[in-house]
C-alpha cells in the first residue's frame, strides 16, 4: 500500500533587499561605528604617549539569522563573538518582509537575531573592506572561512555599538529603582545589582575586565560584595553596591548618566533583591492525630535547596539528611523554619489532607535560605551572594564534594529547587540561573524540578464585575490573558533541561464553605491565578506541567460608590484552608502544627 503523500508546507521566507540598497542603508551606520571608535581611542589616548586600540561590543541586527555565524566572526582577527540574542520582531517593509509561494508578500512580522561582537579598529576596517567587496560583486567569493558574512550583509538591518539602554531594557532596573524612591525615597543610601560582564575567551582578558568594572563601581561610591565566574555558562558578574546617588541620576538624566551603563566591558546590570518568602500564618493549627514518621534508611534520590526544615516534627523526624556547611542553623530558630519544612513536607507526604504513602528514602537538604534580618518570620536566600555560585557550589558538593571532602550524596538524581529570582527571566537570553541548571543537569544527569514562580500582587478588575462571583470569575480570567507578559516564568524556571512546574487550582480538602467576605473565582483544577505563565526564552513550553498547587482565595473587594475599578487580593486561608496541608514549626516546642499552603512551589 502506497504511503500517503503530504502537501509541502508554504513556509514564509525573508525578503531581502539587494546589495545596493544595503549599501545605501548600511554605509552611515558603518561610518558612525568608525567613527565611535575614533572617539573612543583619543579620549583613551589622550593621558598616555601611546595610542590604545579600544575594544567596544558592536551589534549586528540580523533579520532571521544566520547558521554558524559566530565561527565566521571569531575567524576576523579582532573579532571576538560573545552572545547571541533573540531580537525585537518588526513589521514587515519594503526592504525586509516574508513571503510565501502562493500568497507572495505577507503582513508577518519579522524575527531579528542580536550577534554581539567584542571588535577593535581593525576588525571594523576588516568589515567594511568585505562590505565593500559584497556591494561591488555579491557573487564574489569571500576567504575561507568567511562566506557566511555574505549572507549576514544580505540580512543586516542595522549595525550599531551596545548601548546603555541595551544593558537594563530588560532587566528591569529602572522600573525597580522608580518603585526603590517612591516606596523608601531618602531612607536608604544604597541599592544592591547584579552586573554582568561579557564573558571572554582569554583569562586575562577577563581579570583586566573585572577589574576595570570594579575600578568604576568604586570611583563612584560603590563596592564590589561578590563575584563569580563559571566557564562552562559563560558567566562573569559581580555583585555591587552603589550609592543612591546614582539611582537618582539614572532616572533623572537617562541611563547614560553613570559610567557604569556606559562601560563596555559590562553586558547587563538587573536589580538584586535576594529572593524572600513569608510564612502564611504565624499562628499554625495544631494537629494531634498525625502519625509519628517512622525513621527511614537507604540512600537519598531527591535533594531539597531551600530553609532549614524543623527537623523534629512528627512528620519529618527520621526522614532528613541534613547538610549545612555554612553552618546556617546556628542562626536559624526553630519559629522561623517556615518554608523549607513546608517543602519537605511535600516531597516526603505530599499534601497531608490525603493521607498518602511517604517517600521511602531520607531526604537530603541543604539550606540556601536564612532568616531575614528585618522581617520576622521572613527567610531569605543568603544575602550578599549570587545566586548561580550558591547552586552551583551546593550542587558539585552533592555530586563532585567540596575541598578534600568527598561527595555529599553521589545517589541524588532528583533536585527540588522552590527558590529562584524575583525578577522575572529576560526574553532575550536565559538567565544566568537557567543555564546554570541546564549544564548541570546535562553534566551531572540530575532533574531539576523548579517553581514556575508566584505572582500574588492585587490584581484589577470592574467594579461591575464584584457585584456577582461568576462575573468576578469571568474578570479575573480576562485579567489573566491582559497581563500575562507581566507574569512571566521566572528565573530558573526558564531553563530548558529543568521540569517547570506551575500550579492547579485543587487540593485534598474537599467541599468547603466559603464564607460571603472571600470568593473561589479560580475553575476547579484550572491553572492558578497566582501562577507564573509562558512561554519560555525563543516561545519554549513553559511550563513543563501544572500540578496540584492548593486552592487559593480572595478576599471579596467593598465597592464604594463612584468606583469604577476594584482591587482583588489573596485571602488569608493558612490556618484554616483551603490549600495543601503541610508540616509547620509550632509553638510551645509542639511537634505536631500544621498549616494550608498554595504556590507553585
Not at 576567504?143 to 549576514?152: M, P, R
Not at 543612591?244 to 541611563?255: K, M
Not at 578534600?404 to 538524581?413: D, G, I, K, T
Not at 470569575?473 to 526558564?494: H, K, Q, S, Y
Amino acid at each position: 500500500m502506497a504511503r500517503p503523500t503530504q502537501t509541502p508546507r508554504d513556509l514564509p521566507r525573508l525578503a531581502k533587499p539587494g546589495a545596493g540598497r544595503q549599501g545605501e542603508r548600511l554605509t552611515p551606520q558603518f561610518k558612525d561605528l568608525a567613527a565611535a571608535f575614533e572617539a573612543e581611542r583619543a579620549r583613551l589616548s589622550a593621558d598616555t604617549p601611546e595610542e590604545i586600540d579600544p575594544a567596544l561590543v558592536v551589534v549586528f541586527d540580523l533579520a532571521g539569522s544566520v547558521k554558524d555565524f559566530r565561527n565566521a566572526i571569531n575567524r576576523i582577527d579582532g573579532l571576538e563573538f560573545l552572545s547571541e540574542l533573540l531580537g525585537d520582531q518588526s513589521d514587515p517593509d519594503d526592504d525586509f518582509h516574508m513571503t510565501e509561494r502562493e500568497a507572495g508578500r505577507t503582513d508577518k512580522r519579522v524575527t531579528h537575531s542580536l550577534y554581539l561582537v567584542m571588535s577593535n579598529t581593525k576588525a571594523i576596517d576588516e568589515l567594511l573592506r568585505l562590505f565593500a567587496q559584497w556591494q561591488a560583486d555579491p557573487s564574489a567569493s569571500f576567504e575561507h572561512g568567511l562566506g557566511k558574512f555574505k549572507t549576514a550583509f544580505q540580512q543586516l538591518t542595522a549595525i550599531r555599538r551596545w548601548g546603555a539602554e541595551d544593558r537594563i531594557r530588560e532587566t528591569g532596573l529602572r522600573e525597580r529603582w522608580e518603585e526603590t524612591l517612591s516606596m523608601v525615597g531618602q531612607s536608604v543610601s544604597t541599592v544592591l545589582v547584579e552586573v554582568e560582564l561579557w564573558h571572554r575567551r582569554d583569562a586575562a582578558q577577563r581579570a583586566a575586565a573585572e577589574a576595570h568594572v570594579e575600578e568604576v563601581i568604586t570611583s563612584s561610591a560603590g563596592r564590589v560584595l561578590d563575584r563569580s565566574q563559571i566557564g562552562e555558562i559563560e558567566y562573569h558578574a559581580l555583585l555591587a553596591e552603589l550609592p543612591i546617588q546614582q539611582v537618582q541620576s539614572v532616572l533623572t538624566n537617562g541611563a547614560s548618566a553613570i559610567r557604569l551603563l556606559t562601560t563596555d566591558d559590562v553586558m547587563f546590570v538587573s536589580p538584586f533583591t535576594p529572593m524572600s518568602v513569608a510564612p502564611g500564618t504565624l499562628e499554625p493549627v495544631t494537629q494531634t492525630n498525625l502519625a509519628r514518621s517512622d525513621r527511614v534508611e537507604g540512600k537519598p534520590r531527591i535533594a531539597l535547596l531551600d530553609g532549614l526544615p524543623f527537623t523534629n516534627h512528627d512528620t519529618l523526624q527520621g526522614r532528613l539528611s541534613i547538610d549545612d556547611p555554612d553552618g546556617l542553623g546556628e542562626n536559624y530558630p526553630v519559629a522561623a523554619r517556615h518554608h523549607g519544612t513546608a517543602m519537605a513536607s511535600l516531597i516526603i507526604h505530599g499534601d497531608l489532607t490525603d493521607g498518602g504513602p511517604a517517600l521511602d528514602r531520607p531526604l537530603y537538604v541543604r539550606p540556601i535560605l536564612q532568616p531575614h534580618e528585618f522581617m520576622p518570620g521572613h527567610e531569605q536566600v543568603v544575602p550578599n551572594r549570587l545566586l548561580p555560585d550558591v547552586l552551583h557550589r551546593a550542587i558539585r558538593r552533592i555530586v563532585k564534594g567540596e575541598g578534600n571532602q568527598p561527595a555529599a550524596a553521589p545517589s541524588v538524581r532528583v533536585v527540588n529547587l522552590s527558590i529562584g529570582a524575583q525578577t522575572r527571566a529576560l526574553t532575550r537570553r536565559m538567565s544566568p540561573v537557567g543555564r546554570l541548571l541546564d549544564w548541570l543537569a546535562h553534566s551531572y544527569n540530575l532533574l531539576f524540578v523548579v517553581s514556575a514562580g508566584n505572582h500574588t500582587d492585587e490584581f484589577t478588575i470592574p467594579a461591575d464585575a464584584a457585584h456577582d462571583t461568576d462575573a468576578a470569575r469571568l474578570a479575573a480570567m480576562r485579567v489573566g490573558f491582559e497581563t500575562a507578559l507581566l507574569r512571566g516564568i521566572l528565573p530558573p524556571g526558564d531553563a530548558l533541561n529543568a521540569l517547570t512546574v506551575g500550579a492547579t487550582h485543587s487540593d485534598g480538602l474537599g467541599e468547603i464553605a466559603v464564607p460571603d467576605t472571600v470568593w473561589d473565582i479560580t475553575n476547579p483544577d484550572a491553572p492558578a491565578h497566582y501562577g507564573s505563565v509562558g512561554p519560555g526564552v525563543d516561545r519554549s513550553v513553559k511550563p513543563d506541567l501544572h500540578h496540584s498547587g492548593g486552592r487559593a482565595l480572595y478576599t471579596r473587594p467593598i465597592v464604594l460608590p463612584g468606583q469604577t475599578d476594584v482591587a482583588v487580593g489573596l485571602a488569608r486561608t493558612a490556618a484554616t484552608g483551603p490549600g495543601l496541608q503541610v508540616a509547620a514549626p509550632g509553638r510551645g516546642g509542639a511537634t505536631n502544627s500544621t498549616v494550608f499552603t498554595n504556590g507553585t512551589s
